[in-house]
């Protein structure tokens, strides 16, 4: 069974920053972050292979970037220039490399005010 434990979520302003951190136990094969505002569905934001074959939401491209650190089993997602609209409780998600399955992270709540 894989753990995710995300950090780093927060308050900021409009156009700041924030970085966020989950670290998974266990072996991954892919892992990513969703978020999830209020009354709204859950969406990708950005996921990664262990090659660091990168996929992003529409709405984040050239603000934010994910990374990952294979050998901490780390993804990070680097929040630039953000907007309102951003925030969202913000979930990691990581995929096994034993069983195929699905994880979820407990969540971190960005919030970005105006």
């Known amino acids: 069974q894989v753990q995710l434990v995300e950090s780093g979520g927060g308050l900021v302003q409009a156009g700041g920053s924030l970085r966020l951190s989950c670290v998974a136990s266990?072996?991954?094969?892919?892992m990513g972050w969703y978020r999830q505002a209020p009354g709204k569905q859950r969406e990708l934001v950005a996921d990664?292979?262990?090659?660091?074959?990168?996929n992003y939401a529409d709405s984040v491209k050239g603000r934010f970037t994910i990374s990952v650190d294979n050998a901490k089993n780390t993804v990070f997602l680097q929040m630039n220039s953000l907007k309102p609209e951003d925030t969202g409780v913000y979930f990691c998600?990581?995929?096994?490399?034993?069983?195929?399955?699905?994880?979820w992270g407990k969540g971190t709540l960005v919030t970005v005010s105006s």
């Open positions: 998600n990581a995929v096994s490399r034993v069983n195929g399955i699905n994880y």
């Open positions: 266990g072996s991954i094969n892919l």
């Open positions: 990664i292979t262990r090659s660091s074959i990168t």
